[in-house]
């Protein structure tokens, strides 16, 4: 099972909106990513998370916050979003230290109005 | 650092044709390969990879790869496509001893009938 989950599929929220997009793994996967994906583009680097702790984080503006409560769970906080931040959103996990394929979720639609 | 170039950005063809989507990348140390598909509305789904031994890999599917380092190239062909592999494809590479991916710009395939 290669299975990386993430919830919603769909998100429309207005700027003074607090949301968040969640992803979860149970691959026993020690690495998870958080990247961005503009329409006909590759997708960008956001963050990444190593055993739980912050190791990489790509100058992302701070209306986006990440959370890695537990090694199977990724969270991507969301607060005064602007509209050049509408993309999909999407989560990878790979086995840190191993095994070097990131396997990547289908991804949250996110609409900023 | 590295870099990945896909060199067509849209390849048309027809149905049962023959088809090859380039991949040039840039490394000054070891590195991993991958090719990643993306089909509409959808997340990345691997493809292929290349971590050690053979430089030609197959997947399930009919796609093979070929990992030339002297040309530093990793070409992704298939002998005859077939309507359904019509999507996005990234090449991406990966240092050996590092945690980040870089994708190329993309190539879209587009399977005509």
């Known amino acids: 099972d290669t299975e990386v989950t993430q919830t919603p599929k769909h998100l429309v929220m207005g700027m003074t909106n607090k949301k968040s997009l969640k992803c979860e793994q149970h691959?026993?996967?020690?690495?998870m990513y958080w990247y961005k994906q503009k329409a006909k583009k590759p997708p960008e680097l956001m963050f990444v998370?190593?055993?739980?702790?912050?190791?990489i984080n790509e100058s992302v503006p701070s209306r986006f916050s990440p959370e890695c409560p537990n090694s199977s769970l990724l969270n991507l906080h969301l607060h005064a979003l602007q509209p050049e931040d509408s993309a999909l959103y999407l989560c990878?996990?790979?086995?840190?230290?191993?095994?070097?394929?990131?396997?990547f979720g289908a991804g949250t639609r996110l609409s900023v109005l | 650092a590295q870099s990945v170039t896909q060199l067509d950005s849209q390849v048309p063809v027809f149905e049962e044709a023959p088809v090859e989507l380039r991949c040039n990348y840039s490394?000054?140390?070891?590195?991993?390969l991958f090719w990643y598909v993306q089909y509409p509305n959808q997340g990345l789904q691997l493809l292929l990879k290349?971590?050690?031994?053979?430089?030609l890999v197959k997947s399930i599917n009919g796609f093979e790869a070929e990992f030339n380092k002297s040309q530093t190239s990793f070409h992704l062909r298939k002998p005859s496509v077939h309507i359904s592999d019509t999507a996005e494809y990234f090449c991406?590479?990966?240092?050996?001893?590092?945690?980040?991916?870089?994708f190329g710009e993309g190539t879209q395939l587009t399977v005509n009938p």
């Open positions: 990878a996990s790979r086995l840190a230290g191993g095994e070097n394929i990131q396997y």
């Open positions: 691959m026993g996967h020690r690495a």
């Open positions: 998370y190593s055993y739980e702790k912050l190791s």
């Open positions: 490394s000054s140390v070891s590195v991993y």
């Open positions: 290349y971590l050690s031994g053979s430089t």
């Open positions: 991406a590479v990966k240092e050996t001893s590092g945690s980040r991916l870089t």
